[in-house]
């Protein structure tokens, strides 16, 4: 297997008594009594036919909440890879923390801007049932929840950054807006430039990208009302972007603005 350091998997199935009885826990920001992680199906399969990890080599696991777990593999078997934590570190978030409010295109096109924001380190996904909005795929949002999260984890263990943002079910613009508590900017081609002065007042920071037919005017005049938050309109490219390339390039500048 290439260097433990250059790849992760992923594993939430937390086990914190390996001598008697099997306490198991779903994982969420680091398990102080954790004694061994079992990998799932899918990351035991791709651990074992593919990378060819052998019992006794060293693997990180992240458990999407930031916290990598170093380890040492302990045993294989037909659906399953244990390991035995030797130590484990916290993450930082990336500064500022990243909601993007995203206005839903297709379900291909959706699953992109997943796996784009999770490489990105965007902290929580919004998806905002627009009015402009297409067919709604999403009705049957609850049986793609786990589609979802593959694609995401898939995309947080290439970047190395151990955390897989946390994705809200569809709601109106409406709904979203007023859950948010820090500045919102919004996407739009006649908005203003965006100056890295004033991406670095804020530790946190929503964005929002309509849907490919665009926020609506009932939409626009619920934005220019809002007055809880700072809401801006910033341009971010001369040309017309596709919503998933809109939502990458939004988020990149103002992570980029804090790298400087």
Not at 67 to 95: E, W
Not at 101 to 115: A, H, Q, W, Y
Not at 181 to 192: F, I, N, P, S
């Amino acid at each position: 297997m290439r260097d433990g350091e250059h790849y992760l998997f992923y594993g939430n199935a937390i086990i914190r008594d390996v001598s008697g009885v099997n306490d198991i826990n779903t994982a969420g920001g680091g398990d102080t009594e954790a004694a061994e992680i079992i990998l799932d199906g899918s990351e035991s399969n791709h651990a074992v036919s593919v990378l060819r990890i052998k019992v006794g080599q060293p693997i990180q696991v992240a458990d999407g909440y930031g916290v990598i777990y170093n380890c040492q593999c302990s045993d294989i078997r037909k659906q399953s890879v244990s390991c035995k934590i030797i130590d484990k570190r916290q993450i930082s978030r990336i500064i500022p923390e990243i909601t993007l409010l995203i206005g839903l295109p297709d379900k291909e096109r959706f699953e992109t801007i997943l796996e784009h924001a999770a490489a990105l380190g965007v902290s929580r996904i919004i998806p905002i049932a627009a009015d402009h909005c297409r067919k709604p795929w999403w009705e049957g949002w609850d049986g793609l929840r786990r589609r979802f999260l593959s694609k995401m984890v898939v995309s947080m263990k290439q970047s190395l950054y151990p955390y897989v943002p946390l994705l809200d079910a569809p709601m109106p613009l409406r709904e979203a807006v007023a859950g948010c508590l820090e500045a919102l900017m919004v996407a739009d081609r006649d908005g203003k430039c965006l100056s890295d002065a004033e991406i670095l007042r804020h530790k946190r920071i929503n964005c929002l990208v309509g849907p490919p037919g665009g926020i609506s005017g009932d939409e626009k005049e619920l934005l220019e009302s809002y007055t809880a938050i700072p809401v801006t309109t910033v341009k971010i490219a001369s040309t017309r972007l596709r919503s998933e390339l809109a939502a990458t390039v939004l988020c990149s500048r103002i992570i980029a603005a804090h790298l400087r």
